[in-house]
């Protein structure tokens, strides 16, 4: 089975809320051909258009490659919330690498955000930015660890963007009583980020960079210049970037060792009245919930709930995504028992053992960054760049992220699977009970 194609058709980005809004229906012509670049990227989703991008600024002659469109991967179609830090909170990350080395990535997702925010205001990106996260407890142990959070992070890292939030201030805010509070980040955000890809496919495009669609590459050779094949050409390329998160295959097997494809789901509601809309989520922030197998959800710039729930970890997506989703919205929000469901869709993101991001120099000239494990939106987009100064000499930020410890997953590309699903198994069931 094939992961770039089992769900979605070739060369037309997915049926989603997101392609019915898009500012623009851009499209790139295929690679044909002997071509020459200073720089080969695989992957247009935000690691691959950020580090495009940056690299065009740069001076250097950049080629990039989408198998199918720009922004069609979990880039084009995910949850669209923007926030501060990584994936794991920082008192993990000190235990795992260090209060310095905790503290460098700490600093990394601050200026994730600010890229972002940068990018959309330099390129004039309009992308829906709305201000706010609001992490919502599940279980009432959880509320004193993250009150707990917020004061760390307020004493120990001077963010002071944080704010607790209790059981009667989170049903005042989103209108549920499934949580027992929380925690409110007013530094984070969200977006429309098929129109954020978008807009740096346009931005890279304008300083340069030769994008090409429907040009799935299936060789990388690791020499000098490298070689890089797909079906129709064959790019020479002083360095290559690879962004592929969760669509990477087998294309690298150190990659594939470590980041796994890990299937998400999203469904989007007719837009809602005003008064339905401001109950349900009163200040037009972003939630995400403690489970394992998070919700996700928001209000879009129409007023739909998009709502994000579910995982599966075999390639073919389930038949009816609408009702699989629907089930767990309901739990939450039984006021929308009536609510039409106008889009409903699936996306493939790459995880690691840790949810840590796996950053790699394959090769002398070969880089690569993956495994973002849902927190896509800043870090790959921060990727991109952090990739783009590695190439021009200043590897500082790429050391910062290469040297977190990412393994292997158990039982090599061949068992990975069938183990994930037992331990994705055990902590669904921690979450009911």
């Known amino acids: 089975m094939d992961i770039l194609t089992i769900n979605d058709p070739t060369g037309k980005l997915p049926d989603t809320y997101y392609t019915a809004t898009a500012n623009s229906d851009l499209t790139y012509p295929l690679a044909r051909g002997d071509l020459r670049c200073d720089v080969c990227v695989i992957g247009g989703g935000f690691t691959g258009l950020s580090s495009a991008l940056h690299l065009a600024e740069k001076g250097y002659d950049v080629i990039l490659l989408e198998a199918h469109r720009a922004g069609w991967g979990a880039s084009g179609r995910n949850g669209g919330q923007m926030a501060v830090g990584q994936r794991l909170e920082q008192d993990e990350l000190e235990a795992m690498v260090g209060l310095d080395h905790a503290r460098k990535l700490w600093d990394l997702s601050l200026d994730s955000v600010d890229l972002v925010h940068k990018l959309m205001k330099t390129h004039d990106i309009s992308c829906d930015f709305r201000p706010g ?13 993250s009150h707990a959070h ?18 009667e201030e989170m049903r005042e805010m989103i209108g549920t009583d499934a949580y027992f509070g929380g925690a409110l980040d007013r530094g984070s955000g969200h977006i429309h980020p098929l129109n954020f890809a978008l807009g740096l496919a346009a931005a890279a495009t304008k300083a340069g960079v030769r994008i090409f ?18 079906d129709q050409a064959v790019i020479s390329a002083d360095f290559v970037v690879m962004g592929c998160n969760g669509y990477g295959g087998r294309l690298e ?14 469904l989007a509601t007719e837009p809602l009245s005003d008064d339905l809309a401001h109950e349900l989520i009163r200040d037009n ?27 599966s970890y075999r390639y073919r997506f389930p038949a009816d995504i609408a009702a699989a989703v629907r089930k767990p ?36 000239n070969i880089l690569s960054a993956g495994g973002f494990s ?60």
């Open 213 to 230: 669609d429907q040009s799935r590459v299936t060789a990388i050779n690791h020499t000098t210049p490298a070689k890089v094949t797909t």
């Open 253 to 266: 097997g150190k990659v594939a060792a470590k980041v796994m494809p890990v299937n998400n789901y999203i």
């Open 374 to 433: 849902g927190h896509g939106v800043t870090l790959a987009t921060l990727a991109g760049r952090i990739m783009a100064d590695a190439i021009d000499g200043q590897a500082g930020d790429f050391d910062v992220m290469a040297n977190v410890p990412t393994q292997r997953f158990p039982g090599g590309v061949a068992l990975r699977w069938p183990l994930l699903v037992l331990a994705m198994t055990w902590f669904s069931l921690r979450d009911r009970f």
């Open 285 to 311: 922030v972003a939630v995400a919930d403690s489970k394992f197998v998070i919700n996700y959800y928001r209000l879009s710039a129409d007023n739909r709930m998009l709502f994000g729930g579910t995982e």
């Open 150 to 167: 917020v004061e760390k992070m307020r004493r120990d890292y001077g963010y002071a963007q944080l704010s607790p939030v209790s059981r």
């Open 329 to 364: 919205m309901l739990e939450i929000y039984p006021q929308l028992k009536d609510a039409r469901i106008d889009f409903a869709w699936g996306g493939t993101l790459g995880v690691t053992m840790n949810r840590m991001p796996h950053f790699e120099r394959l090769s002398g």
């Open 133 to 145: 996260i609001l992490h919502a407890d599940h279980k009432a142990r959880f509320v004193r660890q």
